[in-house]
């Protein structure tokens, strides 16, 4: 890698070594199933294209600090139950950590650690005032009744409050994790505090300072990326369809929007599999269905896929609004569509990103592509801060203007340096973490 000109008289390089120790090399669970191993895959492959002083590159590669937090809950039996969970600041260089709070029985601190990072990239190449953060609780949320799920939820905002804070750390929603949730939070902090702080979190109720516009967000930002795509290669939305992988509060508002975009929706899907319908989904009826059963399984006129086949499915454009992981070396090749929209966070792997861009697979990076939630969350937060509310029209307007402008950004710097979507998207988000450090200089 080319070193700045500034890094001069250089000691040989051994700190790596001590962090790597200190934080234990990330666990792996098999082939390209570590998200960390894959943040850093991603994070060594950017930087190979930037002048990064060798401390600063170090410095980004780990985590700023970790929580690891042991707390009880009384179950409705009275029985206790003992739950872990995470807090992780990947970096605090341009402001408040940013990051949701997941719910998962199987939700990992190498999970934590790769989307807090994501968390960085996302926010620095949107240009917010954020650093990168992320939650977790080892916890099958559907598991628990409402009163199980709250007091779990307050216990845990208690053992995180140390970090938390409107200036500090401000939590959202993820996988797990709803509008409930952070109102839960919100008002846990804000009984400690004395005083109701409705800008600790996002994601929230409308009724108690949450933004118009927030719950559809991510999804209405996909939509404006792969319109943007589209229009970038020349194609009308009208003749194009459409594969969504994951129909859940992302994916569902994806196929809306695309569906009101004059695209068609052929197939989508959700954890139990998936419903296929060459002329286009009744997506009005589906919701519905989906609503009454609980998945998209089983809705009338459909064929039903897996998730693995509708993957493979002929459409023009793949939106992956699932978990991560879902795209790999194993499957990539079979993958047939022309244009990917990464709805979820980490969704390929990079392994399966070499085969996509060598057979020029258009990928829309999840950094980029699913970044309207984290916006909208912006707008919520400065909304809380000064106390008035915007209009639906004026969010999704600021949504869709820095969506779009950060989508051309990417295309410059892919054109300029002949790099791949996401190559191009980390070295943008990593350049302005890099020279806001920078600029800001080393203490003391």
Request: net charge neutral; aromatic share 6%.
């Amino acid at each position: 890698m080319t070193e700045s000109a500034g890094d001069t008289n250089k000691q040989p390089n051994t700190s790596r070594f001590s962090i790597s120790e200190a934080l234990g090399s990330p666990r792996r669970l098999g082939h390209e199933e570590n998200p960390y191993v894959n943040a850093l895959a991603q994070f060594d492959k950017a930087v190979e294209y930037l002048k990064l002083k060798r401390g600063v590159e170090e410095m980004l590669r780990y985590p700023k600090r970790e929580l690891s937090v042991i707390f009880p809950v009384e179950m409705d039996t009275g029985e206790i139950q003992v739950f872990r969970g995470y807090r992780v600041h990947h970096s605090t260089v341009k402001g408040p950590t940013k990051g949701g709070i997941r719910y998962a029985p199987d939700v990992t601190l190498d999970d934590v650690r790769a989307l807090a990072m994501l968390m960085t990239w996302k926010c620095a190449l949107m240009n917010l005032p954020y650093g990168g953060a992320k939650g977790g609780v080892l916890v099958d949320p559907k598991k628990l009744s409402r009163r199980e799920l709250e007091r779990l939820t307050r216990r845990y905002a208690t053992e995180i409050s140390v970090l938390i804070g409107p200036d500090r750390d401000i939590p959202a929603p993820d996988m797990g994790t709803d509008s409930q949730v952070m109102a839960w939070i919100m008002d846990t902090y804000s009984m400690h505090s004395g005083f109701s702080v409705p800008a600790v979190v996002t994601g929230k109720p409308v009724e108690i300072g949450g933004s118009l516009g927030r719950t559809a967000a991510t999804g209405r930002g996909v939509v404006y990326t792969v319109e943007e795509a589209l229009r970038l290669k020349g194609a009308d939305p009208k003749g194009i369809t459409v594969s969504v992988q994951g129909f859940g509060n992302v994916g569902s508002v994806a196929a809306q929007c695309c569906g009101e975009s004059g695209m068609t929706v052929v197939a989508v899907s959700d954890s139990r599999g998936g419903v296929y319908r060459g002329d286009g989904l009744d997506l009005s009826a589906l919701n519905r269905h989906k609503a009454e059963a609980g998945t998209v399984l089983g809705f009338p006129g459909a064929d039903e896929v897996t998730n693995e086949e509708l993957l493979a499915l002929k459409s023009d454009v793949l939106v992956a609004a699932a978990t991560g992981n879902q795209i790999t070396s194993r499957n990539a090749d079979q993958v047939r569509a022309g244009i990917i929209a990464e709805g979820a966070n980490g969704p390929t792997t990079p392994e399966a990103d070499d085969i996509l861009v060598n057979r020029g697979v258009f990928v829309i990076p999840d950094i980029l592509c699913n970044a309207g939630g984290v916006t909208v969350s912006y707008l919520e937060w400065v909304q809380d801060l000064q106390s008035f509310m915007w209009p639906l029209e004026q969010i999704n307007r600021h949504l869709r203007n820095l969506i779009v402008d950060a989508f051309h950004s990417v295309m410059g710097c892919c054109t300029f340096h002949g790099v791949p979507n996401r190559v191009a998207a980390q070295m943008l988000a990593i350049q302005r973490i890099s020279d806001a450090i920078l600029i800001r200089g080393i203490y003391p």
